[in-house]
């Protein structure tokens, strides 16, 4: 077995102890391995030991990994941050969107999916934290760009996602993650039909569990830390 292998059911162990823990099912949790530090053969490595879900950051870098992979049963999901200049290859490519904080990129996104694919799956970013260095629309803001992106013909909008503070402290990982949830929930109480809940790393996946997460995004513990330049 080799060490991503052996990663991959380390993760998928965790993903099941904290749904058992808290009383949710394992089977409504989906785990993204994020991509975005490995190679072609990496992913091909994690998919021939069952996973199917891949997460990416940058279009440049994802795009060449999807040529050399095209025969695979991948299902892309895109979770960097999205300029104007990258939507087209993003709305080509991809079936999700976790990282969409303004109107003007979703209607991009809407405008550039192409005719005869499924609409694009798209979570908002949610800045939980406050932390101006986050990407991500603020809290009380959420409830406009839900209206504005619902309208979209060809998005569909599943939910939220969050990247919070990073953070050894457990209560604070359940502050944040409880926030994400609670926004969902009121988005819920005013007509949405969000399913969604994209939050949750490498180091904070059992919290994110527990607040209710039904992706965890996970990188690190699957593929290894990205090489420093």
């Known amino acids: 077995m080799t060490t991503i292998s052996k990663a991959l059911q380390a993760v998928q162990a965790r993903i099941q102890r904290a749904a058992t823990q808290y009383g949710r099912s394992p ?14 053969e990496s ?27 095209q025969e695979l049963a991948i299902e892309w999901h895109f979770i960097g941050p999205l300029q104007s200049n990258k939507t087209k ?91 994400l949830r609670e926004l969902r929930d009121q988005l819920n109480g005013q007509g949405f039909k969000l399913d969604t809940l994209s939050m949750g790393m490498s180091h904070d996946l059992e919290a994110a569990i527990a607040e209710g997460a039904t992706m965890v995004r996970v990188g690190s513990a699957i593929f290894g830390e990205r090489a420093k330049a």
């Open 89 to 179: 290859s993003v709305a080509e490519n991809f079936a999700w969107v976790h990282s969409v904080e303004r109107a003007k990129i979703a209607q991009r996104l809407s405008d550039q999916r192409p005719e005869g694919l499924p609409p694009l799956n798209v979570c908002l970013q949610v800045n939980v934290s406050g932390e101006s260095s986050k990407s991500g629309v603020a809290p009380a803001e959420v409830l406009a760009l839900a209206r504005a992106v619902a309208t979209l013909p060809k998005i569909k909008l599943r939910g939220l996602m969050a990247i919070p503070e990073a953070t050894d402290n457990v209560a604070q990982q359940h502050v944040q993650f409880r926030l």
């Open 43 to 69: 992913l091909r490595i994690a998919y021939a030991s069952g996973q199917r879900t891949f997460g990416e950051s940058y279009a440049q870098e994802a795009l060449p990994k999807m040529t050399a992979l």
């Open 27 to 40: 089977e409504s949790i989906t785990l993204i391995a994020v991509s975005k530090t490995a190679g072609a």
